[in-house]
């Protein structure tokens, strides 16, 4: 019941033989054709009439060809153009050359679109213009053409995956084996479903099929050569839903879509971040192998992680507390000590930038001067040579006054030539007087710039001096109470303002406070407090303040402490 797919190959350009559906190598359904691409639209009408022997013929109506047989040549391209041998109207070959198997002359090339001034590639066909259909010859029946000029048969929406179709119109003598002869061409069928009617749904294997099954929309369909009303009818071909249909194209949507999925999930895979390396457990032993890694930089952000895992975990609880605190006491110390080396680092960079900038300022003012001296020289050269050549000029007038114009015209061109060089040493001159100003400009420029270095190179030695200073009363810090009292300790209105500051902090801190915390209190009101500066002048005052050791083992730090009440009632 169902028919193979049957290769059917169909070139408009090259197939001039009329189509027949009982052939095997016959195509399925053809256009009619227009002749030449480009040259004109006109339709070439076919008839075709099988033979006794099922041969095929072609019969070309000759009336519309009004060619002057004056010009054999132009007869035989049209004739050598539609595919046939170049006959006269006699019956006589205009030409030998004419090769059946190819079906043109060797001689005469056909008319084709590419030729020289025909242009490249054939107009477009218009979209409204008629489509002219041939007729089909099948065994059993015949298929004749709809009317080119009506419209073209109204179908309904495509249903999704549709490879079913409605044909209505069938003859009432129409049996099941004709229909299959009909439509088989289109494709193979699965499943025809026969009413009694005069429709039927017929089922294709593929979704192409359809579209050739709607070609035959319109054709009238007549059994053999019979012209009774039960024998005739015009088909009616549309898109029919069928629920085998949709069920199939739902499933390859779910296929597609999970296919989709699955690719996404591999992508996402693919880009997700690697998972970080696993935190073991705490227990007593990796906790003190975390705080030997405390100790050492080279695993010290490694162990920081851990610890932090660790108390994201909440592993800390009242038995393991003294470990967690002596483990961040540690890290403590650790980040403080990197965080000062910070500094001393960041100082010496400062310090290597301004021992930088004076040795270029020493470079540049040698340079500049360097240069000042060649451009003094040169001018001096190029002042000689002028007056040399003013001289030179001097002595020429004198002798041209004393000689005639006309008997030395060579004397002449010589002034000439000595005067347009005076001229020209002339503007040289000015030049080298400007580039010499300019030149003594940039070197007052760079002296002042020198004297301004200097005067901060000054300051910083009075700095360096007071920082000595001040290490030098720390040292003697040991000295008895009555020289103390002698010596003020408190040297400015800046170091009583901090003296009165530190002594409000560490008085509401009884307990004392580290050295770092009290400069990052002061830091809040002056970043440029240092360190060593608030050391020292705490050290200084021994009577005021006072340093203790609190803590055990790593949590052991040095604390100062507020004692200026204990002294008071002292004395």
């Known amino acids: 019941m169902c028919g ?32 030449n691409g480009g040259e004109s639209n006109k339709k070439r009408k076919r ?57 043109m002359m060797t001689g005469i090339p056909p008319i084709t679109p590419m030729m020289p001034g025909l242009g490249i590639v054939p107009p477009p066909i218009p979209p409204d213009m008629p489509v002219v259909k041939e007729i089909i010859h099948c065994k059993s029946c015949t298929l004749f053409p709809p009317n080119p000029n009506l419209p073209p048969p ?46 039927c749904h017929i089922r294709f294997a593929e979704e192409y099929m359809v579209d050739k099954a709607l070609y035959l929309s319109g054709y009238r369909i007549r059994l053999g050569s019979s012209t009774d009303k039960k024998d005739t009818g015009r088909l009616h071909v549309d898109f029919a839903q069928a ?25 996402e895979e693919r880009l997700r971040p690697q998972s970080p390396p696993p935190v073991v457990h705490y227990s007593d032993h990796e906790c003190s192998i975390v705080a030997e890694k405390l100790k050492d930089d080279s695993k010290f952000s490694e162990a920081v992680q851990t610890l932090l895992t660790w108390i994201e975990r909440g592993e800390v609880n009242r038995r393991s507390a003294n470990n967690f605190y002596s483990m961040i006491q540690s890290a403590n110390s650790h980040i403080r000590r990197l965080v000062n080396e910070k500094a001393a680092h960041e100082k010496d960079m400062e310090e290597a ?25 040169e001018n001096d050269s190029l002042r000689w040579q002028l007056d040399a050549y003013r001289n030179e000029v001097e002595l020429l007038k004198q002798e041209q006054g004393k000689a005639h114009r006309e008997d030395d015209p060579n004397k002449e061109q010589q002034l000439n030539l000595l005067q347009q060089a005076l001229q020209g040493m002339q503007q040289h001159l000015l030049k080298v007087q400007e580039e010499y100003k300019r030149k003594e400009a940039e070197l007052e420029k760079i002296k002042d710039d020198k004297i301004q270095v200097e005067k901060i190179l000054e300051n910083l030695k009075e700095k360096e001096g007071c920082a000595s200073r001040l290490c030098a009363s720390s040292q003697d810090s040991d000295y008895p109470l009555e020289k103390t009292l002698n010596s003020s300790p408190i040297k400015s209105e800046r170091e009583a ?17 580290s050295i770092e915390y009290i400069c990052s209190y002061l830091h809040r009101l002056d970043n440029k407090i240092c360190t ?16 203790e050791m609190t803590g055990i083992g790593a949590s052991l730090e040095k604390r100062w402490k507020f004692c200026g009440f204990e002294c008071l009632k002292l004395t």
């Open 154 to 199: 109204a179908t309904r929406e495509r249903p999704p995956g549709c490879k079913t179709v409605f044909v209505g119109g069938l003859p009432e003598n129409g049996t099941e084996q004709i229909i299959v002869e009909v439509f088989e061409q289109c494709g193979e069928i699965i499943a025809i479903r026969k009413s009694k009617k005069n429709f």
């Open 353 to 377: 930038k301004e021992k930088f900038k004076q040795a270029l300022s020493g470079i540049l003012i040698q340079s500049l001067v360097s240069q000042t001296e060649a451009l003094k020289e």
């Open 4 to 35: 193979g797919l049957n290769q059917m190959p169909f070139d408009p350009a090259n197939n001039n033989d009329p189509l027949q559906f009982g052939s095997a190598s016959g195509p399925l359904v053809t256009e009619g054709l227009i002749e």
């Open 497 to 513: 303002l901090l003296v009165g500051i530190i002594s409000t902090f560490l008085h509401v801190h009884p307990f004392g406070a």
């Open 243 to 267: 629920r085998d249909d949709l069920y199939e194209w739902e499933c390859k949507q779910r296929m597609l879509a999970r296919e989709e999925r699955h690719r996404r999930r591999m992508e």
């Open 532 to 547: 060593s500066d608030v050391e020292c002048l705490l050290s200084r005052l021994q009577h005021t303040f006072k340093q």
């Open 47 to 103: 008839t075709n009439a099988p033979s006794a022997d099922n041969s095929r013929t072609l019969n070309v109506d000759t009336t519309g060809m009004t060619l002057p047989m004056s010009d054999p040549t132009a007869w035989a391209t049209a004739m050598n153009n539609l595919g046939m041998a170049p006959l006269g109207i006699a019956g006589q070959p205009i030409l030998p050359d004419f090769d059946p198997a190819l079906g």
